[in-house]
Nanobody
């Protein structure tokens, strides 16, 4: 499964962006999808996830109240609406999908077996 993330860019602190993640190739079912991010010199970290079966969402504490994860079932597309952006949100954002297996830990990167190429979000102060 190939995932294509888009929507990144340069925005001032306090601004908003909406990221999208669309699949290509064969149709697939997924247990969950998520956004992770990696800032320069830092490890990849969990941002948000959504469980496909019951729409339950999960967020990192650092983005709660500012980011919203959602999906479009018909287009099998994942979104991340980001508001009140801060310079510390600057990172490459990756979308990921749990396609082959899922043990119910949406915060863990090892749950996801398909990853997009990333889209860069830069927040200036």
């Amino acid at each position: 499964v190939q995932l294509q993330a888009s929507g990144g860019g340069l925005v001032q602190a306090g601004g908003s962006l909406r990221l999208s993640c669309a699949p290509s190739g064969r149709r697939f079912t997924t247990y969950a999808m998520a956004w992770f991010r990696q800032a320069p010199g830092k490890e990849r970290e969990f941002v948000a996830a959504i469980a496909w079966s019951h729409d339950e969402t999960y967020y990192a504490d650092s983005v709660k109240g500012r980011f919203t994860i959602s999906r479009d079932n018909a287009k099998r597309t994942l979104f991340l609406q980001m508001i009140s952006l801060k310079p510390e949100d600057t990172a490459i954002y990756y979308c990921a999908a749990a396609v082959e297996r899922y043990s119910g830990s949406p915060y863990k990167h090892y749950e996801y077996d398909s990853w997009g190429q990333g889209t860069l979000v830069t927040v200036s102060s």
